[in-house]
Each structure stands twice: as structure tokens, then as C-alpha cells.
């Protein structure tokens, strides 16, 4: 991609945060159809190493001469700039290869919001012909959970015996995972983590979730790992389950945008000075929103 | 409470699930009128010890023969009967005492569905008259974020030296906090991270935030905590703080309500069928779902 293409795609994407939810994204007509990359959604608790890891991978998709787009939606993401806990990731080499894009999005308290916006770049970078889109959440909060649901694989990284974990799995997190990667594989009590893992999988009946163990730092496990992540794109391609996906997840965000339109309406129609009008008349408060949500179709009417 | 009024209390809580958001809250007339309790949000990452901490809390509130409602939306919670970690806290004691009503909420995946549902429990919590209630949350999330937020006065425990600690710093909550439980303060490393928590809270401006140490499973800190809270809650009281802040959350929990009740609606009106008519014509998301709103409003008119 050309110095002056790339110029194009920072802006439009920049134009993101200001989209409303019932603009259609303005993709140039002479960009390529939108469905042609492959997504990979990579989520984890912060400090399972999951920086090092999209590093890596991407390090090694460029020697296939395979373009990577990078969406960072982590915060303490090296590639957002938010490093922490000293471990910087070494990404100079990256950003200075014309078949990586790599793009951060800040945390926005809007439910919803951010899961859009990170949808939408994908989009983007799809039409901009990057051949696989990574996406990075930290893993916390349904909003980090919608991102990476919405890819064509779910990535989640772990690292062996942290309480952070067992947090994950609580978080809802098993029940996205196309495969675990158990990082820092060197760490003392690796193995049995992993043991552990595959028995709650079993347990929970969660038997085609893979396990994959990798040493990002060290470059163990990588090739591997990509090896797994090419081999589920061609099988999924040929029997129909990506399509699928696909078409589901096109329905939830569609029913996301609707939803979302329809509060920013209700919020254009009804200002802060009828909210505080309607709370001041002391009724309770499913009450009080009830004859607002009447107004707002009143108005509609 | 006798039992019989116990009972009644339950089965009132049981009907907060089915509840339509614009259904008002069933409170019976001879109850109290809701607001006279005062209402702590306890947050904090897994086992940082938040259920140790509110077993020690409300033991002493019992002593001074004050009535403690706990709400318990922490999946891991000890009192939602699901502990991790092997540290289960005895609790049965607790269970025992009549001014004691423990409830657990369990975790929904509908955004708002779950903070909506905590603060009617705590509104009921309030007219059955205990005089303080405590919801205790898993600081991960928006809608945990918002729960606790919801109260008078909100407490993050934190664990010394945890890499929890600064994703809890960075999932906002040090925006909420009121009041910093620094817990283990007999743990390596302590002092020195009660230290570096405070420079945090000083470089950020949040220097009105307290931090305590505390030693929940020795019972170190709590009648300071105790005293700590009392007094926060008197001054709050008198300086009209504490009726601003409940002000300006009815008019959040207004709103939320009005938004739960306006996509309850579009989702009545529009049906699953209709939406994947609409999908299927194969335009971009966004505008698909413009298509929709507008279908809903010209059927509401």
C-alpha cells in the first residue's frame, strides 16, 4: 500500500467516532468487496502476554507475504502507546512495513459504541485489502466480548495458574473461545494450567475448543499456532460455518444499530431539561420513564 | 423481621426478574418509604477479599444492632453460594440473624438488565427497613461499574501488588471511588503500594479519595472502616451531598429505564422474522438498520 493510500485509509477511519449509527460507512467505490479478509479476534486478561503474541503472529504472516491489519481496542495495549508493567513490545520493525496497518481505538464508555466502531474498522481494512484483521480486547466487559465475537475465529490467551484465569472464564469468556492459547508455556506449572484447562473444556462440553501452548517472547509455538489459525479458515470456507458465522453476526449488528439509533432518537426528541421535569413530579422511576418513552412516540406520531 | 415478613420479602425479590423495565417496583404500603438506608457499593477484582470484608462489616454493624442488606452479584461470591479459590467464608452466622437478609443476583448478559435489577433490589432492601445495605460487585464491566455507582458511597478493594489492581485502576473504577480498601495490608509489599495508589490518586486529582488498610480475615481495620463510613455518610447528609448525588442518579436510572423500555418495544414490534427480510436485501448494516427504525416508528404512529 502506497504512502498516499494509507493517508486515504487513516482518515476515513478517523471519521469513525463521528459516525451515527444510521450513517453508512463511506467506503470509496474503488476499494475491494468487504468479506474477503479473515478476522481473528484475540482476547485475554492484561499481562497474559497477548501484545507479544499478535507480534509475533504478524511477524510471521509478513514472511508468507500476507497483509495484517491490526485493530487495538486494549488500552494497556502497547500498540495503543498504553504499555504497562515495563514489557514494551519492540514494534518499530512493524509500523515500518507498508503490509501492516496498525490502528488503536480508545475505550468509550458508550455501551455499544465501541463494539461498532471496531466492527466498522474492520470493515475498512477488509475493503483495504489486508488479508487478516487482528483485533485485540483486553478481556473484561460485554463490550470486549461483542468485538471479538463478531470475528471469524475468537482467540483467547491465558497464562498459566493466574487467578486472572479463572476470571476469564467467569467473564464469559469460554463460551466465545474458538481456541485457548496458553502462553508462556515455560512458566512453572504450565502443564497442569493446561491439563486443567482441557478438563473444565470437557466438562463444560466444550470439546472442539483447541489448546494451543506458545512462548511468544521466545517465538515457541508460533508457527504452529498459525498453521491452526490457516488450517480453520479453509476448513470453515469450504464446509459453510464461516458463511454462517457470518451471516449471524450480521444480524446482531444490525439489531446493535437499530438499538443504538433508537436511543440516540429518543435522546434527540426528549432533552435533559424534560428528563429533570418528568423526575421532578416524585413519581417512581419506571414510571417516569414510561411517560417519557409516551412522549417520544408521541412526538414520532 | 420475622419470618413471615422474611418470606414476603423473598418472594418479592423472586419477581424483579420478570419485571418489565416500564412495570413499577410492587412495594407494599405498609413498608417504609424507600431512601432512609444508606446504600454502600463494594467492587474490587477477584480475591481481593470483598466477601471476607462485608462478613466483617456487617458483623460489626450487628453489634451496634444496625441492620445490614446484602446484595451479592459477584458470580464468585462466597454469598451467592459460588466461591472460588477454596477460600469460602463462613457465613452461616450471618444467616442466622434476623437483621441480616443476604440476596444474590446472578450475572444476565442483557446490558442493564442486571444494574436495573440490583437497584430495585436494594430500593426494596430499603423499604423492608435495614438500615444499610451493601451490594457487592466484581469490578469488571460496565454494568457492574454502574451498580455500584448507584449507591451513596462506593469501595474498591484492592489486593497489595496485584496485576488486578491496575486493570482495575484502568476499567475505571478509580473514576467511582469514594473510599480505597487496601486489604491483605499484611501482604509483601503493602506500604509501599497503598503508597503508590496514593500517588496515583494524587497525580490523577482524585486527592478527595481515601485509601484504608485493612486485614479482613484477622478483623484488622474494620471498626475504622466502620467509623469511616458513618462519618462519610453523616457529613454527606448534612452538606445536601448525599440528596444531590441520589438526585442526579434518579435521573440516570430514568434514562436507562427509558432506554430499556424503547428497544423492548422496537424488539415487540419488529420480530426476528422481519429482521432477516430486511438483512437479506443485502445493503450495509447501518443502513439496514435505519430501515428498521423506521418501520418501528411508522408502525407506532
Avoid at 455499544?112 to 484483521?133: M, N, T, V
Wanted: with cysteine; aromatic share 4%; net charge negative.
Amino acid at each position: 500500500m502506497n504512502p498516499q493510500k494509507r493517508l486515504e485509509l487513516s482518515r476515513l477511519l478517523s471519521k469513525l467516532d463521528r459516525l451515527n449509527p444510521d450513517e453508512t460507512l463511506p467506503i470509496p467505490d474503488d476499494t475491494r468487496a468487504v468479506g474477503e479478509a479473515f478476522r481473528i479476534g484475540i482476547t485475554g486478561p492484561l499481562g497474559a502476554g497477548k501484545s507479544t503474541l499478535i507480534n509475533e503472529i504478524t511477524r510471521q504472516y509478513r514472511e508468507k507475504d500476507i497483509s495484517v491489519g491490526i485493530i487495538a481496542v486494549d488500552p494497556s495495549s502497547p500498540f495503543t502507546g498504553g504499555a504497562v508493567l515495563g514489557d514494551r513490545v519492540r514494534m518499530y520493525d512493524l509500523t515500518l512495513d507498508e503490509g501492516i496497518f496498525i490502528r488503536s481505538l480508545a475505550t468509550r464508555g458508550a455501551s455499544g459504541g465501541l463494539a461498532a466502531s471496531a466492527i466498522d474498522a474492520a470493515d475498512i481494512l477488509d475493503a483495504y485489502s489486508f488479508d487478516r484483521i487482528i483485533i485485540e480486547t483486553v478481556g473484561v466487559g460485554q463490550s470486549e466480548v461483542d468485538i471479538v465475537g463478531a470475528c471469524d475465529l475468537t482467540v483467547v490467551v491465558l497464562e498459566p495458574g493466574s487467578g486472572d484465569s479463572i476470571q476469564a472464564m467467569k467473564a464469559g469468556l469460554m463460551e466465545i473461545a474458538d481456541l485457548f492459547v496458553v502462553n508462556k508455556k515455560d512458566m512453572k506449572g504450565a502443564d497442569r494450567f493446561i491439563m486443567d484447562l482441557q478438563s473444565i473444556l470437557e466438562i463444560r462440553n466444550h470439546n472442539r475448543t483447541h489448546v494451543l501452548a506458545t512462548s511468544a517472547n521466545k517465538s515457541e509455538g508460533i508457527s504452529e499456532l498459525l498453521d491452526w489459525l490457516e488450517n480453520y479458515f479453509r476448513q470453515a470456507l469450504a464446509n459453510g460455518s464461516l458463511l454462517q458465522r457470518r451471516n449471524e453476526q450480521r444480524i446482531d449488528r444490525i439489531k446493535r444499530a437499530a438499538e443504538t439509533g433508537v436511543k440516540r432518537q429518543l435522546w434527540e426528541k426528549i432533552k435533559q431539561d424534560d428528563i429533570i421535569e418528568f423526575a421532578e413530579k416524585g413519581l417512581p422511576v419506571r414510571e417516569t420513564a414510561r411517560l417519557l418513552i409516551n412522549g417520544f412516540i408521541a412526538k414520532k406520531g
